[in-house]
């Protein structure tokens, strides 16, 4: 295989639930724990403004309402992201991606973009996610991994920036997975840990890809997937699990 510049463990979100999920805090949060690669969503503005936001809509996570990538980025930048966490955290904003690459960059931080498109722009999403992190990462030593859901979102992501290694994530084992992820000639297959076994990861390795996991917040999880041989694991988990 091709080698693997990543580390073994990953913040999901900046970290986990320890801040609120997505925002510069949470990655400042996360880094305090040790941590140096993250794992964040990344959708766009009406205006195409790559931002971070887990859903599709802004009522969990923010004061605003309705669907984030009806609005422009003007609006969003306005919205209050850490009220709903702690009080700690009233007013901390939704960072958009060129806020990240700057703080990762500054920091020698590393980063798993996972490209969440509002329904409907997913190939679009995916060019100007990656056309966006190739400029934004130009030069680094280590480029940030692509991956998403929607293999829709990585064929873009591969016509707009091909350098970038990408990574096809999986909820269930679906019908044609192991043939889409050659066809993105993704570098990793990024799985709900609990499809993990013996021959899937002698498979995803065969294909010359790495074996990941999400959202593994339980020792017995952990261990059993470092048994497994798996490359690398995303966690909640900033304060129980030492990335060192």
Avoid at 55 to 71: E, N
Avoid at 108 to 126: A, F, S
Avoid at 174 to 182: E, F, K, M, S
Avoid at 212 to 235: C, F, K, M, P
């Amino acid at each position: 295989m091709p080698p693997w510049p990543y580390p073994f463990w990953i913040a999901h979100r900046g970290a986990g639930k320890l801040a609120p999920e997505n925002t510069l805090a949470a990655f400042r949060r996360g880094a305090s724990h040790g941590y140096r690669m993250f794992e964040c969503d990344v959708k766009l503005s009406a205006d195409g403004v790559p931002f971070l936001l887990h859903d599709a809509t802004l009522q969990r996570t923010t004061d605003g309402d309705g669907t984030a990538g009806d609005l422009a980025w003007s609006e969003l930048a306005q919205l209050d992201a850490g009220s709903w966490h702690s009080r700690a955290y009233a007013g901390e904003p939704l960072p958009t991606l060129a806020n990240l690459a700057r703080w990762c960059r500054a920091n020698g931080h590393l980063v798993d973009i996972e490209i969440k498109p509002t329904p409907g722009v997913e190939e679009r999403t995916g060019q100007v996610v990656a056309d966006t992190a190739a400029r934004l990462w130009q030069g680094a030593a280590v480029p940030p991994l692509l991956t998403s859901f929607r293999p829709e979102a990585l064929r873009g992501a591969a016509t707009a920036a091909p350098q970038l290694p990408r990574g096809l994530l999986l909820d269930t084992l679906w019908n044609g997975w192991a043939d889409i992820a050659r066809q993105l000639d993704c570098r990793a297959i990024v799985c709900n840990h609990a499809l993990w076994d013996a021959a899937l990861v002698a498979q995803v390795h065969g294909m010359g890809m790495r074996a990941l996991s999400y959202t593994v917040n339980d020792e017995w999880a952990a261990e059993r997937l470092v048994q497994l041989g798996t490359d690398g694991i995303v966690t909640d988990r900033v304060d129980l699990f030492s990335p060192g």
